[in-house]
């Protein structure tokens, strides 16, 4: 799973170098006076708030992505290991009570 969430990283890490870059370009407005403080500010609220908006949608879509390749490769999940050590775990413990009786005849 961790190709995936490098994946991810990778992405998001290159959408904030864009907005960064954004914000520097904006800021380059504002100190030639081609756009005023007030609306360079807004514009960059505004870039803020949609690369938040979109890294999550982004996110959500990610994950259900690979969650849906990981169940068509019939891949095991957490879930499903995690189901599996406490099937074990309740057999091992019959097993062992099983034992104990046996050897106590």
Do not use: C, P, W
Request: zero cysteines; aromatic letters at 14%; a negative charge.
């Amino acid at each position: 799973m961790s190709i995936y969430k490098n994946f991810f990283y990778y992405v998001v890490g290159y959408s904030k170098q864009m907005l960064d870059k954004f914000i520097e370009n904006i800021n380059e407005l504002v100190e030639k006076g081609a756009i005023t403080d007030k609306e360079g500010n807004e514009i960059i609220e505004k870039l803020q708030k949609q690369f938040e908006e979109n890294s999550q949608k982004f996110e959500k879509q990610t994950i259900e992505y690979f969650t849906k390749q990981i169940e068509k490769l019939n891949f095991a999940t957490e879930k499903h290991l995690n189901e599996t050590q406490q099937r074990l775990e309740k057999i091992e413990k019959k097993l062992d009570e099983f034992l104990s009786k046996k050897e106590n005849y």
